[in-house]
């Protein structure tokens, strides 16, 4: 310790002497303080174990006789699938425009890091980013931040460090990629990649286009921003600088980008509820008859709930038969809302005139 002091005591000029040892104490804080996060003093990490033995809550499918999806139970709508049901262009625009490096780090993008910290500290933009890998955003998303204060900010972001560290160790790349678009909110209360593209497309995620993938991926940034059935002009501009993205990546041609930029946007929304779609009646017999079902297997041991557990559950329905039923009662319910008001004649209590009539004499 005599030594070092007195090595410190040469160094001339006593500025540099003490801002050395500023620098030093600093390091040594900084040191400490990750030290700190990862022994837990500002809450216990995931252990790899836990990591491996993490399960998603999914949502129950309700099918018809000829396995037609018409309806689910949920409390989050998602549906994990595995990494070969993920459409090529999906995983290549993801890369493109959240990653670049994925395939380069294990973890943490340091270069990445420190464009970031030089754009936000000394130039002082506030569009730099964050800097996040998709390791850490799946760390995030499987153990979300519990408080949004500034103060946490620092912490829950080297705790997400730690935590991808662990995930890389844990998972291969294709593992990463698929729990993460297994795990990640793309708005409507829609969670994972296959639920958003039943939602926005009405179709499987392994059945995505270029321009559709993109446009899914392009809504990772902000999901009500660039939610395609609420602000499709900010969800095109959004889904072309995915693909230009992805051009600069080499994994589309100039000429297919300019091609694709071309096109136009389309969505086929459907959403799955409860009041909406195909025999909703039915659906919510199924579901009564489901739980009283799920009540009698946890008497036996067997613990089912239908809105978190995934069942897949296929029902007597016949979708075409379905439809044609109900159009049958919508053509039959006109003929008889006819009847029903020609037997009130003019003397109809909705009629508009005598409801005004009505209005100015009582008052």
Same mark, same amino acid.
């Given at each position: 310790?005599? /030594?070092?002091?007195?090595?410190?005591?040469?160094?001339?000029?006593?500025?540099?002497?003490? &801002?050395?040892?500023?620098?030093?104490?600093?390091? &040594?804080?900084?040191?400490?303080?990750?030290?700190?996060?990862?022994?837990?003093?500002?809450?216990?990490?995931?252990?790899?174990?836990?990591?491996?033995?993490?399960?998603?809550?999914?949502?129950?499918?309700?099918?018809?006789? @000829?396995?037609?999806?018409?309806?689910?139970?949920?409390?989050?709508?998602?549906?994990?699938?595995?990494?070969?049901?993920?459409?090529?262009?999906?995983?290549?625009?993801?890369?493109?425009?959240?990653?670049?490096?994925?395939?380069?780090?294990? &973890?943490?993008?340091?270069?990445?890091?420190?464009?970031?910290? %030089? *754009?936000?500290?000394?130039?002082?933009?506030?569009?730099?980013?964050? &800097?996040?890998?998709?390791?850490?955003?799946?760390?995030?998303?499987?153990?979300?931040?519990?408080?949004?204060?500034?103060?946490?900010? !620092?912490?829950?972001?080297?705790?997400?460090?730690?935590?991808?560290?662990? +995930?890389?160790?844990?998972?291969?790349?294709?593992?990463?990629?698929?729990?993460?678009? /297994?795990?990640?909110? %793309?708005?409507?209360? =829609?969670?994972?990649?296959?639920?958003?593209?039943?939602? %926005?497309?009405?179709?499987?995620?392994?059945?995505?286009?270029?321009?559709?993938?993109?446009?899914?991926?392009?809504?990772?940034?902000?999901?009500?921003?660039?939610?395609?059935?609420?602000?499709?002009? #900010?969800?095109?501009?959004?889904?072309?600088?995915?693909?230009?993205?992805?051009?600069?990546? @080499?994994?589309?041609?100039?000429?297919?980008?300019?091609?694709?930029?071309? +096109?136009?946007?389309?969505?086929?929304?459907?959403?799955?509820?409860?009041?909406?779609? !195909?025999?909703?009646?039915?659906?919510?017999?199924?579901?009564?008859?489901?739980?009283?079902?799920?009540?009698?297997?946890?008497?036996?041991?067997?613990?089912? /709930?239908?809105?978190? @557990?995934?069942?897949?559950?296929? =029902?007597?329905?016949?979708? *075409?038969?379905?439809?044609?039923?109900?159009?049958?009662?919508? !053509?039959?319910?006109?003929?008889?809302?006819?009847?029903?008001?020609?037997?009130?004649?003019? /003397?109809?209590?909705? #009629? $508009?005139?005598?409801?005004?009539? $009505?209005?100015?004499? #009582?008052?």
């Amino acid at each position: 310790m005599k /030594n070092l002091l007195s090595l410190f005591g040469r160094i001339k000029p006593a500025p540099l002497r003490y &801002g050395l040892l500023g620098l030093i104490t600093l390091a &040594g804080l900084l040191l400490l303080f990750l030290v700190s996060i990862y022994a837990g003093a500002w809450g216990k990490l995931p252990s790899k174990e836990a990591l491996s033995n993490f399960r998603y809550q999914r949502a129950s499918e309700v099918y018809t006789a @000829d396995s037609v999806l018409i309806g689910k139970y949920y409390l989050f709508d998602r549906q994990p699938i595995g990494y070969s049901e993920l459409a090529p262009p999906l995983i290549k625009s993801l890369i493109a425009i959240e990653d670049e490096r994925f395939y380069r780090h294990s &973890g943490i993008d340091y270069p990445s890091l420190l464009r970031v910290a %030089f *754009k936000t500290i000394l130039l002082q933009e506030q569009s730099a980013g964050g &800097g996040s890998t998709l390791t850490q955003q799946l760390a995030k998303n499987l153990y979300p931040r519990k408080e949004r204060k500034k103060t946490n900010l !620092v912490v829950d972001k080297v705790k997400e460090m730690f935590i991808a560290k662990r +995930l890389e160790e844990q998972f291969s790349k294709e593992d990463i990629i698929m729990h993460y678009l /297994n795990t990640v909110s %793309f708005g409507d209360n =829609t969670f994972g990649v296959e639920s958003a593209s039943l939602r %926005f497309f009405d179709k499987h995620a392994s059945q995505l286009k270029i321009e559709e993938a993109a446009t899914l991926v392009g809504m990772l940034k902000a999901t009500y921003t660039y939610n395609p059935r609420l602000f499709p002009k #900010n969800s095109l501009a959004r889904r072309n600088l995915v693909l230009q993205s992805m051009e600069n990546n @080499d994994f589309i041609s100039t000429a297919e980008m300019d091609s694709l930029k071309t +096109l136009p946007l389309v969505i086929d929304y459907k959403e799955f509820d409860y009041n909406s779609g !195909v025999a909703p009646y039915f659906r919510e017999e199924v579901r009564k008859q489901m739980i009283r079902w799920s009540d009698e297997q946890s008497e036996k041991g067997k613990n089912y /709930n239908i809105y978190t @557990d995934g069942l897949k559950i296929y =029902t007597t329905l016949n979708h *075409k038969m379905q439809l044609m039923a109900e159009a049958a009662m919508k !053509v039959h319910m006109k003929s008889l809302q006819k009847q029903f008001e020609a037997g009130y004649g003019k /003397n109809a209590p909705w #009629n $508009r005139k005598r409801i005004l009539e $009505r209005a100015v004499h #009582n008052t």
